[in-house]
């Protein structure tokens, strides 16, 4: 995903987003001056769907490398965002 990328102190939604696993990072909790929200304005954004095990992936991996043909290692989507 790419998109603009701005800070917010919003202290209601991060208590609405809190979980425990933040503690992890943030000692304080929310009371953590270093504790902010990263707000992404999503432009575009692509995957890849490989449907297969570790196994498979690799070599359909290998043999999209050795042959070129990408359409071996799963579908691609690409999405542009509306504004």
Avoid at 30 to 37: I, Y
Avoid at 66 to 72: A, E, L, Q
Wanted: charge should be negative; proline fraction near 5%; glycine fraction near 6%.
């Amino acid at each position: 995903m790419s998109g603009t990328a701005h800070i917010e102190y919003d202290r209601a939604k991060m208590e609405e987003l809190y979980t425990p696993w933040v503690k992890f990072w943030h000692s304080q909790g929310l009371d953590d001056p270093d504790a902010a929200l990263l707000c992404v304005e999503i432009e575009k954004a692509e995957y890849w769907a490989a449907p297969y095990g570790a196994v498979r992936r690799t070599v359909a991996l290998t043999k999209a490398l050795t042959t070129g043909d990408k359409r071996v290692i799963g579908d691609n989507e690409r999405s542009q965002c509306d504004p």
